[in-house]
């Protein structure tokens, strides 16, 4: 079998990872870069045009990509992102399209400020008064935002990262809350957390994803979905991956 990546950089420790474990069960893993690219399951990493347009170029020949172009396109576009985990039934949170960054005006509370497209580098920040919000103005004028409304949490943000159904977690520093006390330890989600990252998946046709959730006042509050997410430090990931491809490529 051979397995194609499109990735920005195939040496990313999970793709190398699970490059190495297709191998040794006699698999031939390949970099897709360009169109005709002869395999027979694709995983796609990357997320920007160019990328898409070949995860497109396999799909139209009958290639599986995992996730597909269109899945990992929408989860690109956080207005559509919002828009689709309502409709789903997710408790995601309220997000309003901002318009150009320039434009906003201070609504008289914190909020959170970030680019409509998700990508590496993008915009994420709070915003707690007229100076916090000029400062961004003068930096990110044109760029396309969204705007939603600042969630305190615990200062800590719940990672959940999905692999054909299999949940990984973690718990991660907040950037944009001060911590509170360190949790500490490996950190296992509540089984009603690890449902609702599944759901998401269904929500959005994903098979590999991942989920981040605050606490909010009265349940737990979805602030991002993410589409082939780097998936660091997670025992189990790489094989959970390897065997997702082989199954894909059978069915």
Not at 18 to 24: I, N, V
Not at 61 to 84: H, I, K
Not at 144 to 168: E, H, Y
């Amino acid at each position: 079998m051979r397995v194609g990546l499109i990735a920005v950089d195939p040496g990313h420790p999970v793709l190398a990872a699970t490059a190495d474990l297709l191998a040794r069960r006699g698999h031939e893993v390949v970099r897709v870069e360009g169109e005709g690219a002869a395999v027979d399951v694709c995983l796609l990493k990357a997320h920007g045009p160019r990328f898409l347009a070949l995860a497109r170029e396999l799909e139209g020949r009958g290639v599986p990509v995992v996730n597909s172009a269109a899945a990992t396109e929408l989860c690109q576009d956080r207005v559509l992102m919002a828009r689709r985990a309502r409709e789903g039934g997710l408790p995601f949170v309220a997000t309003a399209d901002g318009g150009r960054m320039g434009e906003l005006a201070f609504p008289g509370e914190s909020f959170v400020v970030k680019s409509r497209h998700s990508r590496r580098g993008d915009l994420v920040a709070r915003v707690d008064d007229e100076a916090g919000l000029r400062a961004l103005a003068e930096q990110w004028a044109q760029e396309p935002v969204v705007v939603q409304p600042f969630v305190a949490g615990t200062g800590w943000d719940q990672k959940l990262w999905v692999v054909d159904g299999r949940v990984f977690a973690a718990r991660r520093r907040s950037e944009l809350a001060p911590a509170a006390e360190p949790p500490g330890g490996r950190w296992e989600p509540p089984a009603e957390r690890a449902e609702l990252a599944l759901r998401a998946g269904e929500v959005f046709g994903l098979d590999v994803y991942g989920v981040d959730l605050l606490d909010g006042p009265e349940e737990a509050v979805v602030v991002d979905v993410n589409a082939f997410p780097g998936i660091r430090g997670q025992d189990g990931a790489p094989e959970a991956l390897a065997a997702l491809a082989v199954r894909v490529a059978a069915s």
